[in-house]
């Protein structure tokens, strides 16, 4: 896997101004009465390491559709001096369909952020949870809508070059053709939030994140193991971990306790790193 060699001095700032915006982040979400989960390598974090994992250089959060656009339009609507939230709503070209609240004046960068023109601050990951359908056609349309929206999405903006011949064939070509026609990520997100409200169930049994769908499988987990949080420490704060946490980590990582053998540590390849002032 591919990983980024920091210093420990380095890792461990980075570290510290991940854990101020979730800080901040918590506050606005009690505030405005709004759920949120610690998610991916930050429940894992959570659960294992009652933190960052060592080797971790970024924090991801989830939240249901409705608390994610609820946070949205509360945060674009008083923007402050600390940060900025890049999103489809406020970059027409960003290509995803979580969103980053990033610290603004810094820089925390991959390789494709040359072929965009808008910059990536030190930021959190805030990934949604969509109602899946409980019947088994309509679940597999949804899901093979939602990885072809993904494909889209990321197709209209960037190339990628460390793709098999093939798919980077195919990719390349997708490129080219949206990019002729002029298609914009922003088009093609809301396309694919029309098409996600369709399937809007609170009776629903299972929930997915739409942006695991741009990998081999999508992530699906059930909405009972969301439906209440508990509390759990993590670095010098306490935060929302959803009930169900076992299931969700056996899902995404198997036997989740057991460390990686050292080969499998990856984290982000960062071209242009920048604390800015802090």
């Known amino acids: 896997m591919k990983y980024t060699e920091y210093d ?17 982040f918590i506050k606005i979400c009690e505030e405005n009465d709004l759920t949120y ?34 946070f949205k339009k509360v945060f674009i609507s008083s923007p402050n001096e600390k940060y900025e939230l890049l999103t489809n709503e406020t970059e027409e ?16 960068e991959e390789n494709w952020v040359s072929q965009v023109n808008f910059h990536v601050g030190i930021n959190m990951d ?25 494909k889209l999405l990321i197709m209209s903006k960037i190339k990628l070059d460390d793709l098999p011949l093939v798919t980077k064939l195919i990719t390349y070509t997708g490129y080219y053709i949206l990019n002729l026609l002029k298609v914009k990520p922003f088009t093609i997100y809301k396309r694919c939030l029309k098409f996600l409200d369709k399937f809007k169930d609170e009776n629903a049994k299972c929930v997915f994140d739409i942006s695991a769908t741009a990998e081999e499988y999508p992530q699906i987990f059930l909405k009972e193991d969301f439906k ?19 299931n969700i980590l056996k899902s995404l ?9 050292e080969e499998d540590r990856y984290n982000h390849i960062t071209e242009n790193l920048d604390f800015g002032r802090y």
């Open 93 to 108: 070209d960003y290509f995803h369909t979580l969103s980053k609240l990033m610290i603004k004046d810094t820089r925390f």
């Open 8 to 24: 420990e001095k380095t890792l461990k700032h980075l570290q510290s101004l991940e854990l101020m915006i979730l800080k901040d």
């Open 228 to 246: 209440d949080t508990i509390k759990i420490k993590f670095e010098d704060i306490e935060v929302n971990i959803p009930k169900g946490y076992d």
């Open 37 to 70: 989960y610690m998610y991916a390598g930050s429940l894992l974090g959570a659960v294992r390491h009652n933190g960052f994992i060592p080797w971790d250089d970024d924090l991801d959060v989830i939240m249901f559709r409705e608390d994610y656009e609820k």
């Open 126 to 150: 805030i990934f949604v949870l969509d109602d899946l359908s409980d019947n088994n056609l309509k679940r597999n349309y949804q899901l093979k809508r939602a990885f072809l929206y993904n």
């Open 253 to 261: 990582y198997g036997d989740y306790m057991q460390l990686p053998p």
